[in-house]
């Protein structure tokens, strides 16, 4: 009998192991569906901003990233997705003007609201030019704006320009011919693709908009500024000549002739490759008749780093600090002090008398390379929110759109319809005019149509009302957003 309990007791064993298998079984599947389900809730749409870049946009989530967003960039949400234990947001966005959808990480962008205080400081500029200025606000609250009222004509400007501006040969289809007209690979750029880097509104937005900002010195970049811009540099070291620290030579000479630090940072990581491992000719200094002469602004290199080498020769720049400071002192004399205090003026001379003649960087796309390496020095230093000032130029007879040269799948296409600035007064526009009071609030439902197309309030419009909550005339303002401009102003009565 003993030995028949103790089969029975193995027996039991068996089953309760079996079973606690299966019940472990059943909550590792519980909790793997619970980690893995996908819940979708549709929304009221709203607008988001990417707030870093370098965003991953889904075409479905699980799924390799289509697209990689700039900062910045605009995208409305249609619904909140929970998956894989995190927070997504399902997006619809414009490509060439098709209707596209995706996925982005909830925690990657920032919720749009319009600031209704902030339309008076736009009404300085034109139309066109407010909506992205709202988005840049939304980002970057903390900086300011005024316009350049420039009276040249934008079209004879960009032809003034296309015998100035020059691109390498790496971007083939922006060239107006093959033919190299400097050094051993610059071709002149097309009249479009001036066209496209001319027109400030298509440069306001989160990646470039730095390009305007005024170039005289902030005190809020300090020496720990420098030295985290310069920490992943070959310029992280110290100076032999000096014993300083190229941080601290930078800092000494930004306010010496009163420029941006950041941008002499930026500007001499991009002249003298300060990325690279070994550093441009003018940046590591080159030997002339037994002495190192180095020039770590390329000024003066206009056919090649020889021409730079023998103004540093001429300036005797037998040392960095020297050509630092020489450098720097170039710049504020010849530019920053002379009406061409941003990226974006320093190369597109607005104020010269023959416009390209005063041009301190004759490659078209440099505005654009550079301030790269100012938006990434603000990052990494945390200084991006800072207060800061843009001065952004108007021209006379503006197009309505300019579009870049080169189409297809590029992120310069997403969301264009902010090109299209489609005025609110050729809009159908339905409301009733006498509307009663009703829990002490009284405004009446408004529709607006662009032909069969039925516009978001909070997408393509939004409404502020003047005394809505009392008997009597009342009115609404409507003011476009997006693809969409102008206001219009209408009265109502409460009754």
């Known amino acids: 009998m003993a030995k028949r309990r103790k089969r029975v007791s193995k027996k039991r064993k068996q089953v309760r192991k079996r079973f606690l298998l299966a019940f472990l079984a059943a909550i590792i599947a519980s909790g ?48 909140e997705v929970r998956s894989f234990n995190k927070n997504y947001l399902g997006v619809r966005y414009d490509m060439d003007g098709n209707t596209s959808y995706g996925y982005v990480d909830a925690s990657d962008v920032l919720r749009y609201h319009f600031d209704e205080s902030f339309e008076t400081k736009l009404s300085v500029f034109p139309e066109s030019y407010r909506q992205p200025l709202r988005y840049l606000h939304a980002l970057s609250p903390s900086w300011t704006y005024s316009p350049i009222k420039t009276q040249l004509d934008f079209n004879q400007a960009a032809l003034s320009y296309t015998n ?4 390498p040969a790496s971007h083939p289809e922006l060239v107006r011919s093959q033919n190299v007209v400097e050094g051993k690979n610059w071709r002149y750029a097309s009249v479009d693709t001036v066209r496209y880097y001319l027109d400030p509104r298509l440069h306001l937005n989160a990646s470039q908009a730095l390009m305007f900002e005024k170039l005289s010195y902030n005190p809020q970049e300090d020496l720990r500024v420098a030295k985290e811009i310069l920490s992943d540099t070959n310029m992280n070291g110290i100076d032999e000549s000096t014993h300083q620290s190229y941080a601290e030579i930078f800092v000494n000479v930004a306010k010496k002739y009163n ?20 550093p441009s000719k003018g940046g590591q200094g080159v030997k002339v008749n037994g002495k190192t002469y180095y020039n770590i ?6 056919t090649g780093y020889q021409d730079g080498i023998n103004y540093a020769v001429k300036m005797n720049w037998d040392n960095r600090e020297k050509a630092i400071d020489g450098g720097v002192a170039y710049l504020a004399n010849h530019y920053t002090q002379n009406k061409q205090d941003s990226l974006y003026l320093q190369r ?9 003649t005063h041009s301190y960087m004759t ?16 990052l990494k230093t945390n200084t991006l929110l800072i207060e800061r000032h843009l001065e952004i130029p108007i021209f006379q007879n503006m197009p309505t759109q300019t579009n870049y040269p ?24 339905d409301y009733k005019q006498d509307v ?22 909070g997408i393509d419009y939004v409404v502020s009302y003047n005394h809505q909550h009392q008997r009597g005339q009342a009115s609404f303002l409507i003011t476009g957003l997006n693809g969409y401009c102008g206001t219009i102003k209408k009265n109502y009565l409460i009754h």
């Open 297 to 302: 602004f390329n000024i003066g290199a206009n």
């Open 436 to 457: 009663a009071l009703e829990d002490g609030i009284g405004q009446p439902h408004i529709q607006l149509t662009d032909g069969s197309y039925q516009l978001e309030e």
């Open 348 to 356: 597109f001379d607005l104020y010269s008398k023959h416009l390209g």
């Open 363 to 378: 490659n078209i796309l440099a505005p654009v390379d550079e301030v790269k390496h100012i938006l990434k020095g603000y």
């Open 164 to 167: 100035k501006a020059l691109i």
């Open 32 to 79: 793997a569906y619970l980690f893995l389900r996908k819940e979708e809730t549709s929304v009221a749409h709203y607008i988001v901003l990417t707030k870093a870049g370098r965003v991953n946009l889904y075409d479905a989530l699980g799924h390799q990233a289509r697209y990689k967003l700039e900062r910045g960039t605009p995208l409305i949400v249609v619904k």
């Open 259 to 278: 420029v941006s630090l950041s941008n002499i940072l930026s500007r001499a990581i991009q002249e003298a490759g300060g990325t690279s491992p070994t």
């Open 406 to 429: 080169l189409r297809g799948n590029i992120l310069q296409n997403i969301n264009t319809n902010l090109q299209k600035n489609r005025p609110l007064s050729t809009l159908s526009l």
